[in-house]
Each structure stands twice: as C-alpha cells, then as structure tokens.
C-alpha cells in the first residue's frame, strides 16, 4: 500500500529509477503522467524506509499519510522529514 505521502525531489526520483521504480518516465497506458521534483505522491512504507536509510528520503506531508505508518517508523522520525509549510 502506498501509505507515505512526499514531495518528490529530484535525488529521491534518481534513487528511486536506480532502485528499478522509474518514477519519472510517462506511462500513458496507465495514465501515469511522470513525476518531477515538487510533486506530491504516495510510496509505499518500505520504499521510503530503504531512501531514508540510504540517506536519500524525501521529506514527508505528515498530515496525508496513512495511520498506519506510525506503527513501522517511529513518529518523531516522521516529524523529523516532515514538509515545514509556510503560513
């Protein structure tokens, strides 16, 4: 389940297409517009984990992630990439 809302960088895209998810290229037969570094999406938990050990996670839009996660990723780590929204 794709449970961890982030903004997309251009590292993490980068990491990601290495690890054999290319997020970037269309995909028309899907609708699948391609992503770039701005966009909001939903990985999958272990997808995010794997970039945050590698040192390439994305930050995170806490309030649009999944409950669920804070049961696999400590919350003050969530916190810790949470998106810091301008008011």
Same mark, same amino acid.
């Given at each position: !389940? &794709? @449970?961890?809302?982030?903004?997309? @960088? +251009?590292?993490?895209?980068?990491? *990601?297409?290495? #690890?054999?998810? +290319?997020? *970037? ?11 770039? #570094?701005? +966009?909001?999406?939903?990985?999958? !938990?272990?997808?995010?984990?794997? #970039?945050?050990?590698? +040192? ?7 309030? *649009?992630? &999944?409950? *669920? ?19």
């Amino acid at each position: !389940m &794709h @449970t961890v809302c982030v903004v997309m @960088t +251009d590292e993490f895209l980068e990491f *990601s297409a290495e #690890a054999g998810n +290319d997020l *970037s290229t269309p995909v028309p037969e899907y609708q699948f517009p391609g992503l770039k #570094a701005g +966009d909001r999406w939903c990985l999958c !938990m272990g997808r995010w984990i794997e #970039a945050q050990k590698a +040192d390439m996670a994305p930050e995170i839009v806490l309030e *649009s992630c &999944h409950i *669920s996660v804070t049961e696999f990723i400590d919350l003050e780590l969530l916190k810790q990439y949470a998106v810091k929204e301008s008011t």
